[in-house]
């Protein structure tokens, strides 16, 4: 593997200022660091420096800005100044950005004798390099040498690269001295998404669910201290294709397990316009390439439903069905009454379950969409292990050109040792009635009809009812 040295000129270059009448506002000067994060990969980041001004015309550069920043987003605000121009340099000193702006210029291969450890400089001529192989080609002494064993030392820096992203404005103040400039800008690489965990009570009729909010930084930019902010809803964004960016780089994520569930903790509510805001009690750093949790919700014994359902599953035509399963739902109220009662932002909700040992398996998960306050929340689960139905039509008569008459059997089946509660749902077309029923049913709506039916464990029940139907085509 080679290495790349930076000889003493280079690094004297590196701290030379990138442009002689620029006002270069470091990190440093930070006075607060605030980001709203969104969930779809996107923030909003207003970063407060002071900045020492002149009357007139200034050049000044905002360093160690977000690397995934969309330029034509940047706000920059204070008392009496008026932005004239703005640039985003991302051209970052790398080693690999070093060679490849090397390219056709000379350089220095430094080997060293295994033995002696003496060290040997050959001047040569760098021919090619590329970045995702770490591969170079130089000439020597009129020799073509593809990766070459040593160190490629470079005699001077590239045109175009600087030590950190930053941001370039020129600007008229109207006053002269130090004053607070605040730049708001859209960026990238951040994003958050809800996490929660349920877990139910041995009847599984109510549950302890928490919640826990999973922010992630893609991005290779760090944020120090900031008061983050995350908004909850679904924000319109114009999507533009760019070409990736020279400083992103393939660094692996880490995770910060730290979780703050103490209830004074929990982040603070706000409702503003169609979105809600959950403001974190806390400053924290988000660091490159990192997943942070943080606790969003603690409540305990909600009711919960659990339902076996066959949606319009069991309507045989031609052919009988035979072990059909019924699908598992969950069911809860997000209401006050219910131990809840607050927006929950959408994300994946899992379940567990105790088993008698005292462990917890899993039993599922499901996606949970953005839910208001008073909604009644389904989730859909997976396929009932022991309850399921055979189906069969044992009568079918035509009344006329557009009427017929059908009589279906359905039995439903339990093979587990507790009763359960199966639902049948069918949806009907055209003028329909429901002419024998040897079970009562409920019309939810004007074309569609459901049936509960309590199935014995170990045991079977069976359902009868005729229907007829009038096409109105």
């Not at 593997?1 to 701290?15: D, G, Q, R, Y």
């Not at 100044?81 to 051209?91: A, C, G, K, R």
């Not at 593809?146 to 690269?161: E, V």
């Not at 919640?211 to 908004?231: H, M, P, Y």
């Amino acid at each position: 593997m080679k290495h790349f040295l930076l000889t003493t000129a280079v690094c004297a270059l590196i701290s030379t200022p990138l442009f002689a009448a620029t006002n270069v506002i470091p990190v440093s000067q930070q006075k607060s660091l605030s980001i709203a994060i969104y969930n779809g990969d996107i923030a909003l980041v207003n970063d407060v420096r002071t900045g020492d001004l002149k009357a007139g015309l200034n050049q000044i550069s905002f360093e160690e800005i977000a690397t995934q920043i969309i330029p034509e987003s940047a706000l920059l605000s204070g008392n009496g100044i008026q932005t004239l121009e703005q640039n985003f340099d991302y051209d970052i000193i790398s080693p690999a950005s070093l060679l490849k702006k090397s390219i056709g210029q000379a350089v220095i291969l430094q080997t060293e004798n295994p033995e002696t450890g003496e060290k040997t400089q050959t001047e040569g001529k760098l021919l090619a390099y590329d970045s995702n192989n770490n591969d170079s080609v130089l000439e020597i002494n009129g020799q073509i040498v593809p990766n070459p064993k040593g160190n490629i030392i470079l005699s001077k820096m590239p045109d175009g690269l600087i030590p950190r992203p930053s941001l370039r404005l020129s600007l008229h103040s109207q006053n002269a001295g130090s004053q607070p400039l605040s730049l708001n800008y859209l960026t990238n690489g951040l994003s958050w998404e809800a996490n929660y965990v349920a877990n139910l009570n041995e009847k599984e009729t109510d549950m302890d669910l928490n919640g826990f909010i999973t922010l992630t930084n893609q991005s290779s930019s760090v944020f120090k201290e900031a008061d983050v902010r995350l908004v909850s809803g679904d924000v319109s964004v114009v999507r533009h294709v760019v070409a990736p960016r020279m400083y992103q780089n393939k660094a692996s994520m880490t995770m910060d397990a730290t979780l703050y569930a103490a209830e004074g903790a929990m982040p603070e509510v706000e409702n503003v316009a169609d979105f809600y805001v959950y403001s974190l009690p806390f400053k924290t750093t988000i660091s490159p390439k990192q997943t942070k949790q943080v606790a969003l919700l603690s409540k305990n014994q909600v009711p919960l439903h659990k339902e076996y359902v066959f949606d319009n599953t069991l309507n045989p035509a031609t052919h009988p069905i035979e072990n059909r399963k019924a699908v598992i739902y969950y069911t809860f109220d997000n209401t006050k009454e219910n131990k809840l009662g607050e927006a929950l932002p959408k994300g994946t909700i899992r379940f567990y379950k105790e088993m008698k040992n005292g462990e917890s398996i899993f039993v599922g998960e499901a996606q949970l969409g953005h839910t208001p306050n008073q909604a009644h929340v389904r989730l859909r689960m997976s396929d009932s292990f022991d309850v399921f139905a055979n189906a069969k039509r044992t009568q079918y008569e035509k009344l006329g050109k557009n009427a017929s008459l059908s009589e279906y059997e359905v039995t439903l089946k339990n093979g587990s040792n507790e009763l359960k509660t199966a639902t049948v749902y069918k949806n009907l077309y055209g003028t329909w009635k429901i002419t024998k029923s040897d079970h009562d049913y409920t019309k939810e709506t004007a074309n569609r009809i459901f049936w509960k039916i309590d199935v014995p464990a170990n045991g079977e029940v069976t359902l009868k009812y005729t229907v007829q139907i009038t096409d109105n085509e």
